[in-house]
């Protein structure tokens, strides 16, 4: 099968081939036709996510290289293990990426994602960046039909991770309305289901003019300049004294410092994004504004089952997607790193 794989961490993606392996057991082997670029893959490329200052913590010891990234996968059923044969051939799912050890309590209650020995596809197994990806087990595969093919492997990352996010936000929005910060291509999905999801006012913010007039044109109110000075005082007058919720979708320290300044007495700010930094409030603050602070890491599997219902519904409007070959895999990570992607680049092996 044909890869593009890291060979050196800081360095570009190069092409790679390898057997094609056959499913055993539970395993079954999907035909890759689409898998989505992410933003984490370029920490996982750099080999660090940035603590702030000159911390920085190492995530090199995950994998073996030559490896091979990208979770949002797409695809078409190609063969099985003999224990597998529930899923048929030439069948069209997404897979479920964030793959726990299966033995642990934390995967015994449904939280894969957050187990501490995972098997995540294209994190620390190899990924979609291929021909083709090897799945261990039916259940992480979910019907694809009625959704477009190019949408249903970014589903499996920004799209739950959106989807998941908001979710967690709607407890909040009795202290105001809703604020989303960071419209990359998780950040445009989580607006999406905001939209699903809550009758609630929707505000936006970004430093990028053209994403936030992708996000008025997608059904946000509002779109505030992030990098304004006179940002916080105008969503605070629009909203009569803040958000009930900042769900923070970039993650960088400027960005959650921006996202906790807009919220409420009695909200909550939502961290989300990789970007990296380290953040600092004074702690009296956090019982005088009755203030939360939570990280949102991706979704369970019967968040991607709900999540997916919801996009079969035809309630979620598609965001922009280009589609580019497997062999621009290492310049799509490149414009992603230069902020030059508006929605989601999408490979398509």
Same mark, same amino acid.
């Given at each position: ?23 055993? +057991? ?17 920490? #996982?490329?750099? +080999? ?9 913590? !190492? ?5 073996? /290289? ?44 449904? !939280? ?12 620390? $197994? ?8 090897? =799945?261990?087990?039916?259940?992480? #595969? #979910? ?7 190019? &949408? ?27 604020? &989303?910060?960071? /419209?990359?291509? =998780? +950040?445009?999905?989580? #607006? ?14 970004? &430093?990028?003019?053209?994403?936030? !007039? ?13 990098? !304004? ?10 909203? +009569? ?5 900042? $769900? ?23 961290? $989300? ?36 219902? /919801? $996009? ?6 598609? &965001? ?20 030059? =992607? ?8």
């Amino acid at each position: 099968m044909l890869r593009q794989s890291l060979i050196e961490y800081g360095k570009p993606l190069q092409a790679t081939e390898a057997e094609t392996p056959s499913p055993e +057991g539970t395993e079954v082997l999907l035909r890759v036709s689409h898998c989505g670029v992410c933003h984490s893959d370029l920490h #996982l490329q750099d +080999g660090y996510f940035s603590l702030g200052g000159e911390q920085t913590l !190492d995530v090199r010891g995950l994998r073996a /290289l030559p490896f091979t990234f990208g979770h949002e996968i797409a695809g078409t059923v190609e063969a099985t293990g003999p224990e597998a044969q529930s899923v048929a051939i030439g069948k069209r799912c997404a897979a479920y990426p964030w793959i726990g050890c299966g033995a642990c309590s934390v995967c015994a209650r449904g !939280d894969e994602h957050l187990c501490n020995q995972p098997r995540a596809l294209g994190i620390t $197994v190899d990924g979609g960046y291929a021909s083709h990806v090897l =799945v261990p087990h039916p259940r992480y #595969l #979910l019907d694809a039909e009625g959704i477009a093919p190019e &949408i249903a492997g970014p589903l499996m990352c920004s799209g739950l991770t959106g989807y998941s996010a908001i979710k967690k936000a709607l407890m909040y929005l009795r202290s105001g309305p809703l604020l &989303i910060v960071g /419209l990359g291509g =998780v +950040g445009m999905m989580g #607006l999406q289901f905001a939209r699903a999801l809550t009758d609630a006012p929707i505000l936006a913010a970004d &430093i990028d003019p053209a994403k936030r !007039d992708a996000a008025l044109k997608l059904g946000a109110k509002e779109a505030f300049d992030a990098a !304004d000075p006179g940002a916080r005082k105008a969503i605070t007058r629009a909203t +009569g004294g803040g958000v009930g919720a900042a $769900v923070d979708f970039a993650g960088s320290d400027r960005s959650l410092q921006f996202a906790q300044s807009v919220v409420a007495k009695g909200g909550a700010a939502i961290v $989300v994004g990789l970007f990296g930094g380290s953040f600092a409030l004074p702690v009296p603050m956090f019982p005088l504004r009755a203030l939360a602070i939570m990280g949102s890491y991706v979704g369970s599997p019967a968040e991607a089952r709900e999540m997916m219902e /919801l $996009v079969r519904g035809g309630k979620i409007a598609p &965001i922009p997607v280009e589609t580019r070959p497997l062999d621009a895999t290492s310049r799509s990570l490149d414009d992603l790193r230069a902020g030059k =992607v508006v929605g989601r680049l999408v490979i398509t092996p």
